[in-house]
C-alpha cells in the first residue's frame, strides 16, 4: 500500500516562500512520476509540477520561476520550493505518484497553503 504524506503547508504573506514535503511509504524508485497538483475552492485540480523518473520536469506556467519541484531519494521525498508567492496560489496542495508496473495514481492527503495579500 503506497502512502503519500504532505507536510509544510501553512500561511504566508504574498511575497514569500514555503517548502512542501511529501515522504513516501518505500522507494519513490519505484514511480515512474511523482510531483504536486492544487486544487482551490470551486476549481478543479490542477498540475503544478511534475518529475519523471527520467527526471523531465513540467511546470504549469502560472508557477514557472517560482516554484521548484525536487527530490532526495535516500530520504524517499519530495520536495516543492515556492517562492514569489501571490494570493492566487492558495489552495490545497496534493502530492502525486504514479506507478508504472501498476498502472495506478496515488495521492496524498493534501495540505493548506493560503497566500494573504
Known amino acids: 500500500q503506497v502512502q503519500l504524506v504532505e507536510s509544510g503547508g501553512g500561511l504566508v504573506q504574498a511575497g514569500g516562500s514555503l517548502r512542501l514535503s511529501c515522504a513516501a511509504s518505500g522507494s519513490i524508485f519505484r514511480f515512474g512520476a511523482m510531483g504536486w497538483y492544487r486544487q482551490a475552492p470551486g476549481k478543479q485540480r490542477e498540475l503544478v509540477a511534475t518529475f519523471t523518473s527520467g527526471d523531465f520536469t513540467n511546470y504549469a506556467d502560472s508557477v514557472k520561476g517560482r516554484f521548484t519541484v525536487s527530490r532526495d531519494n535516500a530520504k524517499n521525498t519530495v520536495y516543492l520550493q515556492m517562492n514569489s508567492l501571490k494570493p492566487e496560489d492558495t489552495a490545497v496542495y496534493y502530492c502525486?505518484?504514479?506507478?508504472?508496473?501498476?498502472?495506478?495514481?496515488?495521492w496524498g492527503q493534501g495540505t493548506q497553503v493560503t497566500v494573504s495579500s
Open positions: 502525486y505518484a504514479y506507478s508504472r508496473s501498476v498502472g495506478s495514481n496515488y
